[in-house]
Nanobody, 128 residues
Framework: QVQLVESGGGLVQAGGSLRLSCAAS????????MGWFRQAPGKEREFVAA????????????DYADSVKGRFTISRDNAKNTAYLQMNSLKPEDTAVYYC?????????????????WGQGTQVTVSS
């Protein structure tokens, strides 16, 4: 069982930055794929980014939605049981509730059903 708690959301002007954190419970955090999704009002929850359990220096991979590629960076600190989403050059269309998710699998995925555990979300609002 993994419990996820997001933090770091807030109100920011367009062009600004925020860093979201996802604190995970459980001793097996390092073996989970971690993902970020978002859901804007009236829209379906969509994939934002994912990171494999392996870190990049040991062959790990990251994946990003086209809409955030080059602006957002996903990372993880397995010693702290925490995943991060650094969001730069924010746009009003990035406004949404952002959810952290964990998958007990090897490869990153983009589908909601690829993930086993979800956080409760943190609101990000970008003003124009």
């Amino acid at each position: 069982q993994v419990q996820l708690v997001e933090s770091g959301g807030g109100l920011v002007q367009a062009g600004g930055s925020l860093r979201l954190s996802c604190a995970a419970s459980g001793r097996t955090f390092s073996s989970y794929v971690m993902g970020w999704f978002r859901q804007a009002p009236g829209k379906e929850r969509e994939f934002v980014a994912a990171i494999s359990w392996r870190l990049s220096w040991s062959g790990g991979t990251t994946d990003y939605a086209d809409s955030v590629k080059g602006r957002f960076t996903i990372s993880r600190d397995n010693a702290k049981n925490t995943a991060y989403l650094q969001m730069n050059s924010l746009k009003p269309e990035d406004t949404a509730v952002y959810y952290c998710a964990a998958a007990n699998t090897i490869r990153t995925g983009r589908g909601l059903s690829d993930y086993d555990y979800w956080g409760q979300g943190t609101q990000v609002t970008v003003s124009s």
